[in-house]
């Protein structure tokens, strides 16, 4: 998103080419989520006629002032962009339109037409830009709110050491927020901590005096160099890490989330010093004994269901057994010579087809069935614990018939 250097640029080419001049004609989009607090057609009345005098910026934030209040402000978001018709401003490579586009420009907020022939466009794609017109933006939010601007006010190295000394949150946080300092965005944030070798989530009290000092230097020097090129992030030092941001992470360049926002830092430079480096060891061991335990977890369950699947396979295996028998019992009895119709060696075919197949219901319900029936035949005054000559794997002999009582002659 547009950060102070991209602003700023916005902010001298509007006063080279625009401060002086009147405006004869402006034209405003129907988009009352962008322009805000003011209807669009009265937003054009009370421009048109109008003299810039001064194109003036705090942070993020740009407005005109004009010969009179109101004036327009603008703040630009994700995508806010100005473009001024036949002049080159910036090359942010995250702008939403190229100023080679037919103009007026697709995504226009805002067009006014000078009186001298020249224009200019606020443009929004993503609709996150702000439009207001007010009676005087420094007094009201949201840039009454902001902090010392990075560039215009700047703040003396011994007020910004002690600044750092009071505050308890990640520096990479407190560089984003904008009542602290404004202007600074996540990229110059990644940047400068880089330069000056400080980690994203190092606290700032605990940030030494020395490191304090080369952050407040590369603040400075960061913003300098990406005016001086007017923002053509082509032509930034090859040393920054602006050039990687935007690639997978690898073996130098790292990401991490600090105060909402991807940062990327180079862990082998920027290293926690003090009682973060202490803390982030510890939260990374117990990271580690957890994902450990629940590792082992994992693997005692397993365990713990092999033997109960082994013991359940043995069951089925004992109740076909014993139906098996059963049947060969009947036949015996009857006085049949063909053996039962499921034999052993078959039943273990279909027994392995089953296994192949996941059919443990119908195993489950012979299990049932054979318990059921042992259950009715058993006599009540027979122990339970007499064995059957089944469970000696015999089959059942047919009964003998009593001999009769030979008569005397």
């Not at 058993?378 to 009582?405: I, L, N, T, V």
Request: net charge positive; hydrophobic share 35%.
């Amino acid at each position: 998103m547009p950060e102070l250097p991209e602003v700023e640029v916005a902010r001298r080419a509007l006063e080279e080419h625009c401060v002086g001049k009147r405006i004869v004609r402006c034209s405003a989009a129907d988009d009352t989520k962008v322009i805000d607090g003011v209807a669009p057609p009265r937003l054009e009345a009370a421009l048109v006629g109008r003299t810039i005098s001064a194109a003036r910026r705090k942070g993020k934030n740009l407005w005109l002032a004009l010969d009179s209040p109101p004036f327009p402000s603008f703040q630009f978001g994700m995508a806010g962009a100005i473009y001024i018709k036949g002049v080159e401003l910036s090359k942010y490579k995250r702008s939403a339109v190229s100023p080679t586009e037919e103009w007026p420009l697709k995504y226009s907020k805002l067009l006014v037409v000078m009186d001298d022939g020249l224009e200019f466009s606020f443009t929004d794609k993503r609709r996150f830009a702000k439009i207001r017109f007010l009676d005087n933006p420094e007094a009201v939010p949201p840039i009454s709110e902001l902090g010392p601007d990075a560039l215009f006010e700047p703040l003396h190295l011994d007020d910004f050491v002690e600044s750092l000394s009071r505050k308890k949150a990640p520096i990479k946080a407190l560089l984003l927020d904008q009542s602290f300092i404004s202007g600074i965005g996540n990229w110059i944030a990644d940047e400068v901590l880089y330069q000056a070798r400080i980690h994203p989530m190092q606290t700032a009290s605990m940030i030494s005096k020395e490191k304090c000092k080369a952050l407040h230097q590369c603040i400075i020097e960061v913003i300098e160099k990406s005016l001086e090129v007017g923002c053509n992030s082509s032509q930034y030092p090859e040393n920054w890490i602006f050039h990687s941001r935007e690639k997978k992470p690898g073996k130098k360049i790292d990401f991490i989330t600090v105060g909402g926002r991807t940062s990327a830092y180079v862990p082998e430079l920027q290293k926690l010093d003090g009682i973060d480096a202490t803390a982030s060891r510890a939260k990374i061991s117990k990271e580690q004994s957890k994902s450990n335990k629940a590792a082992r977890e994992v693997d005692d369950d397993e365990e713990e269901a092999k033997p109960a699947k082994r013991g359940r396979k043995q069951l089925v295996k004992a109740t076909h057994e014993i139906q098996e028998d059963e049947e060969d019992a009947k036949a015996s009895k009857r006085g049949r010579k063909q053996p039962a119709k499921t034999s052993k060696g078959s039943w273990k075919k279909a027994h392995h087809s089953s296994e192949g197949s996941g059919d443990d219901d119908s195993d489950d319900e012979a299990v049932d069935k054979v318990v059921a029936e042992q259950g009715k035949r058993r006599d009540p005054k027979q122990p339970s614990e007499a064995k059957s000559s089944s469970d000696k794997g015999g089959s059942a002999a047919p009964a003998k018939r009593p001999q009769r009582k030979k008569r005397q002659l």
